[in-house]
Nanobody, 124 residues
Framework: QVQLVETGGGLVQPGGSLRLSCAAS????????MGWFRQAPGKERDFVVG????????YYADSAKGRFTISRDNAKNTVYLQMNSLKPEDTAVYYC?????????????????WGQGTQVTVSS
């Protein structure tokens, strides 16, 4: 089992920044792929970005390219999502997810473990 805990959400003005964290515990995640998803009210859960613990380039959704950056700290078993130039349409609950293997899937059903989510609200 892998437990995931997201932190760092909040209220930010348009154009602002937030950094989300996802701390993993339980089984070693060294062979896992981590993903960030988001879900706005009344909408489906959408892929934002994924990264392999083993290395390699992250994969970003078009909505995240150029504004969001994913990174990881292997020593802390934590993945981060730096979000810049935030827009009102980025408002959503952001979820961290994990699955075994070395492939970055973009479909929520492919992930085995999920955090509880953290609310991000972009509003003036």
């Amino acid at each position: 089992q892998v437990q995931l805990v997201e932190t760092g959400g909040g209220l930010v003005q348009p154009g602002g920044s937030l950094r989300l964290s996802c701390a993993a515990s339980g089984r070693s995640t060294s062979s896992y792929t981590m993903g960030w998803f988001r879900q706005a009210p009344g909408k489906e859960r959408d892929f934002v970005v994924g990264i392999r613990w083993s290395g390699g380039s992250p994969y970003y959704a078009d909505s995240a390219k150029g504004r969001f950056t994913i990174s990881r700290d292997n020593a802390k078993n934590t993945v981060y999502l730096q979000m810049n130039s935030l827009k009102p349409e980025d408002t959503a609950v952001y979820y961290c997810a994990a699955r075994g293997g070395n492939y970055i899937y973009t479909t929520p059903s492919e992930y085995d473990y999920w955090g509880q989510g953290t609310q991000v609200t972009v509003s003036s």
